[in-house]
């Protein structure tokens, strides 16, 4: 069974970066797309971006001036840094698995930004 | 706001049979995928593609398309149907991916 694990700092101050990694457990990396997907506290789903095994990235162009999706093969690990964070960065963020529809989510990391 | 749009909020009562709608100029060309999402939990994908059904998901839950307007039909809802559910396909670029805005649906 798959699994998806996230870890990352859930206290940031406006200005700073937000870092979050996600490892893979079980299935294969490779051949598999992976996403940054967040929800502001009450409010929907945003996607972020996607990274395949390659390096390919897509970003949501809303956020593609801030966002870096990078992936470590070796380990089975994707990660997410989002720089010069504000309030409106606030929210849970997700990793997720696919390419357009997503099977497997990691279980979420509330990320505040507040002074 | 998204390029796929949702109804805020739907109810059903028990038993009964409820459309969940998302309406996008993507929809056009590309399915939509869904998700159902508790409280305090994270998503998990309910529909994809054509009319597939993911993992453990009760065949009571399908889905259609036509035209600019996809749709989740729930038959014979169950009081643990009760969630909020998103739409998710490609933006009008064709490029991104997108969410819909999410439809709460209570089950009576």
């Known amino acids: 069974q798959v699994q998806l694990q996230q870890w990352g700092a859930g206290l940031l101050k406006p200005s700073e970066t937000l870092s979050l990694t996600c490892a893979v457990y079980?299935?294969?990396?490779?051949?598999?797309?992976w996403n940054w997907i967040r929800q502001p506290p009450g409010k929907g789903l945003e996607w972020i971006g996607e990274?395949?095994?390659?390096?390919?990235?897509n970003y949501n162009p809303s956020l593609k001036s801030r966002v870096t999706i990078s992936v470590d093969t070796s380990k089975n690990q994707f990660s997410l840094r989002l720089t010069s964070v504000t309030a409106a960065d606030t929210a849970v963020y997700y990793c997720?698995?696919?390419?357009?529809?997503?099977?497997?989510w990691g279980q979420g990391t509330l990320v505040t930004v507040s002074s | 706001s998204s390029e796929l749009t949702q109804d805020p909020a739907v109810s059903v009562a028990l038993g009964q049979t409820v459309r969940i709608t998302c309406q996008g100029d993507?929809?056009?060309?590309?399915?939509a995928s869904w998700y159902q999402q508790k409280p305090g939990q994270a998503p998990i994908i309910v529909m994809y593609?054509?009319?597939n059904r993911a993992s453990g998901i009760p065949d009571r839950f399908s889905v259609s398309s036509s035209g600019n307007t996809g749709s989740l039909t729930i038959a014979g809802a169950q009081a643990e149907d009760e969630a909020d559910y998103y739409c998710?396909?490609?933006?009008?670029?064709?490029?991104?991916?997108?969410f819909g805005g999410g439809t709460k649906l209570t089950v009576l």
């Open positions: 593609g054509k009319d």
């Open positions: 998710s396909s490609r933006d009008s670029s064709g490029k991104y991916w997108v």
């Open positions: 990274i395949n095994h390659s390096g390919f990235t």
């Open positions: 997720a698995r696919g390419f357009g529809w997503y099977s497997f």
């Open positions: 993507s929809l056009r060309t590309h399915y």
């Open positions: 079980g299935g294969s990396f490779s051949g598999y797309f």
